[in-house]
């Protein structure tokens, strides 16, 4: 499983594994000892700290936007959105928000309430850069659009 975490996925219990990255506006937001220690553990383990490219996050708060929830997104929430994006990863949280911008994205979301992680399948392909999502639509990163992928 390939996966950013967002902030709440530290401060839960919740078992993971896989490939896992973060944001570093995430890492900002992780203050008491409690997740900072699960930060540190995870880090040993190969968590890795990742910052999305400028444009993807332009695009992603383009497409915020759009669906009217750029309000309603936190600098953090970009930031998880657009790395989610660039490395074709699912996001750990449980913000209503940034879980509905995942959707609307094609991004899948790994419950932090649920027990295990939803097995996902990606669907559709960018026809300009090849990334793979979970619905049809317009590439956030790259302005193409998805359409369903030939097997
Ligand atoms: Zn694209």
Redesign the pocket.
């Known amino acids: 499983m390939k996966a950013v975490l967002d902030s709440p996925a530290f401060f839960s219990s919740i078992g993971l594994s896989g490939e896992l990255y973060t944001t570093p506006l995430v890492v900002a937001e992780l203050k008491d000892l409690r997740s900072k220690v699960r930060f540190d553990l995870l880090c040993e383990s190969g968590l890795r700290v990742q910052e999305p490219g400028r444009e993807t996050r332009a695009r992603v708060r383009e497409a915020a936007t759009r669906c009217g929830e750029g309000e309603v997104l936190s600098e953090t929430d970009l930031e998880v959105l657009a790395l989610s994006l660039e490395l074709q990863a699912g996001i750990v949280t449980d913000d209503y928000a940034l879980q509905n911008a995942a959707y609307r994205m094609g991004i899948p979301v790994i419950p932090l309430h649920q027990k295990g992680a939803r097995r996902f399948t990606w669907r559709y392909r960018?026809?300009?850069?090849?990334?793979l999502y979970e619905a049809p639509g317009e590439?956030?990163?790259?302005?193409?659009p998805?359409k369903r992928r030939l097997k």
């Open positions: 960018c026809t300009g850069c090849g990334r590439c956030p990163v790259c302005g193409a998805i």
